[in-house]
């Protein structure tokens, strides 16, 4: 069956230090992948994703995320987080022929000042 | 409209109660998406449509709920005999076409059965 999960619920750092959220999938095709950020009262905003070719992704705000394969992993990283990053972020995997999307229960982050 | 609009953006309503709520995707987006987000979880897949008809509704968790679309553009998402559990924020998504494509998503509808 197809899954997403985001092992870590709660993530707490500090304003200024590195960020890796991490995201595991199962998927019996190709996948695509994205991330994406939901903000108090907000929308989901789309951060990045993956369909093919080069596995490290760049997307918005100063995101990456890199797909390995072998580790069937979709992490998202940032090198320095701003208290404007705090939010709910979702990893999910798009179905190839419906473009429905199976997302993870999503992680909190906290930045402290 | 420059984003996808979904109404009402709150919704308090009674056990047993029907209910109706909206959702204006993007123009020109033939492909449209309902989600259900309940506290603490991520979104779940409802139902999509490729233009009027409903492609996949392997989501809908049972015979009260259903959605429609009859003119390709706005969609109605319906629940009957409402119970407490439909409480949550029901969001709705377009994109441009079939398959993988971004998606955007409204703001959502948050709805609580009381």
């Known amino acids: 069956a197809q899954s997403v999960t985001q092992p870590d619920i709660h993530i707490t750092v500090s304003e200024g230090a590195s960020l890796e959220l991490r995201c595991n999938y199962s998927y019996g095709a190709t996948p695509y992948l994205f991330w994406y950020v939901q903000s108090p009262g907000q929308g989901l905003q789309l951060l990045l994703k993956y369909f093919s070719g080069d596995t490290l992704v760049q997307g918005i705000k100063g995101f990456e995320a890199e797909f390995k394969r072998s580790q069937s992993s979709f992490n998202l990283r940032k090198p320095s987080v701003h208290w404007s990053d705090a939010a709910e972020y979702f990893c999910a995997v798009g179905a190839s022929n419906t473009g429905k999307l199976i997302f993870g229960q999503g992680t909190t982050l906290q930045v402290k000042p | 409209g420059a984003g996808v609009s979904q109404t009402p953006s709150n919704k308090v309503t009674e056990k047993g109660k029907y209910v109706e709520l909206r959702c204006d995707p993007i123009s020109g987006h033939t492909a449209l998406y309902w989600y259900r987000q309940s506290l603490g979880q991520g979104p779940e897949f409802l139902i999509y449509f490729q233009g009027t008809g409903a492609a996949d509704d392997s989501g809908l968790p049972n015979d009260r709920f259903f959605a429609v679309r009859p003119e390709g553009s706005v969609s109605t998402l319906k629940i009957q005999r409402t119970e407490r559990g439909d409480s949550a924020v029901y969001l709705c998504?377009?994109?441009?076409?079939?398959?993988?494509?971004?998606?955007?998503f409204g703001q959502g509808t948050r709805l609580t059965v009381v």
């Open positions: 998504a377009s994109s441009s076409g079939g398959g993988v494509t971004e998606a955007f």
